[in-house]
């Protein structure tokens, strides 16, 4: 039945290998079960819900990827997108997180429309590559900003804003050791690299008194999010640009990530494009609406994926065997809520470091290409708003290039982008 399902023989594998990746990816990526309650309850939701919505979200979405796309590749609850949703849309614009969530069921809505059309491949070829290598540099750098915060290695100063806080405390020397503990592990090749890390610093913190060890296993937390999105706040004319922004980063982490894990598992055709592709898509746009009935922040595509193609994974089988363990950490509640902030900033610091690397492959040379994406990298984490950031790389792209006599380099769709922000920060 599993290979009729999940055609295992022509693809050269075993359900034995299948299970194996499986537990694989979920190791690499189970730091989100934690990661992302401690987040979204900066913004006021409750720990516990949040945390069943992550469990769920991630099983749903990677279910979907694996039975209807058959694609070994997870789903949870995207890191920078969970960060915009509580600091850039909650905190920073002062929104209820209610109506957040009914912003990110209509991205997803808007997303699946475009997975059903051509329009899909038209936008993601309309945004320039330096703007979208910007956008994920500067996600990873507000990352990195949160952590540092969170962990107090950095402090605010009321004369140059921000200072280096005490680093002989310990909150911020476990953080700092655990983010060292994790890059060194990755660069030895340690499968669960970072949720090892996570869990050593949790377990020094227990031993020093620092954090409370309050339970290993119960039953799910009674406290649910469902349904508690507000749609109809979400329609709101201010809300446009929250809404076009968790679009538009959804699309591209997306295919980003697709593409990579494809590539990695050899799935590319010859053209070097990924069969399946709108299955694919559509699975990934499905789970971040249903993300939002859950009460979550937009699920995507991880990356962390390509430590289960590692091990072998080459079907959509492995994606489910990880979505059956997510399920299962619907009953370790209390052992997540034992792991201290600082812990999960390790956690984030090395995310951050990860998604950073996209600087490299900016186009160095042309300065009407580069700059527009160091000013949006540069943007996110000052204005600590990921949205903000991303508006003014686009318009200072059309600007620049306006300038130097070269707008007919400028897309319609970064033109028409550019403008929906001017009309944001000028008048809403």
């Known amino acids: 039945m599993l290979n009729r399902l999940f055609d295992l023989k022509a693809n050269s594998t075993s359900v034995r290998q299948e299970l194996l990746a499986g537990l694989t990816t979920f190791l690499a990526m189970a730091y989100i079960t934690v990661v992302n309650p401690a987040i979204l309850s900066d913004a006021g939701m409750d720990f516990g819900a949040v945390f069943v919505a992550t469990c769920l979200a991630a099983a749903i979405g990677s279910l979907i990827m694996g039975l209807y796309a058959n694609y070994p590749i997870a789903q949870a609850p995207g890191m920078g997108q ?11 614009m002062g929104i209820s997180w ?12 808007l997303f699946i429309t475009l997975s059903v059309f051509p329009v899909r491949e038209r936008l993601i070829n309309a945004i320039p590559t330096s703007l979208k290598l910007g956008m994920s540099a500067g996600i990873g ?14 402090v605010d100063h009321p004369v140059t804003l921000i200072a280096l806080g005490d680093l002989t405390q310990a909150p911020a020397l476990l953080m ?3 983010f060292a503990l994790i890059a060194a592990l990755t660069a030895r090749g340690v499968v669960g690299a970072v949720l090892i890390g996570l869990l050593t610093v949790t377990a020094i913190s227990w031993s020093l008194g620092l954090s409370d ?11 649910s999010a469902l349904f508690e999105l507000d749609i109809l706040g979400a329609l709101e004319l201010s809300m446009v640009t929250v809404i076009l922004t968790l679009l538009i980063v959804d699309v591209f982490d997306t295919a980003g990530t697709l593409v990579g894990v494809a590539n990695q598992a050899n799935m590319l055709n010859d053209k070097g494009q990924l069969p399946r592709l709108k299955k694919a898509l559509l699975a990934d746009s499905t789970a971040t609406s249903a993300g939002a009935l859950l009460g979550t922040s937009p699920t995507t595509s991880y990356i962390e994926s390509a430590a289960g193609v590692q091990a072998g994974g080459k079907t959509g089988l492995t994606a489910v065997t990880t979505a059956a363990l997510f399920l299962a950490c619907l009953f370790l509640e209390p052992f997540a809520k034992s792991i201290p902030s600082f812990a999960t900033g390790a956690a984030l610091l090395f995310v951050a470091c990860l998604m950073i690397q996209s600087v490299g492959q900016l186009p160095w040379d042309d300065i009407t290409e580069s700059a527009p994406a160091i000013i949006a990298m540069i943007a996110m984490p000052l204005s600590y708003s990921i949205a903000d950031g991303i508006g003014l790389g686009f318009i200072s792209y059309v600007a620049i290039k306006l300038i130097a006599g070269r707008v007919k380099e400028c897309p319609a769709a970064v033109v028409v982008i550019a403008a929906i922000f001017v009309l944001k920060f000028g008048f809403l």
């Open 141 to 154: 750098l507000f990352l990195g900003t949160i952590a540092l915060t969170g962990s107090q290695v950095v």
């Open 176 to 178: 700092l050791c655990g």
């Open 82 to 92: 969970n960060a915009f949703f509580a600091y850039g849309i909650v905190i920073g």
């Open 213 to 223: 060890f309050v339970g290993l296993v119960s039953m799910p937390p009674s406290a």
């Open 98 to 109: 209610q109506i957040a969530l009914g912003a990110v069921f209509i991205a997803g809505l």
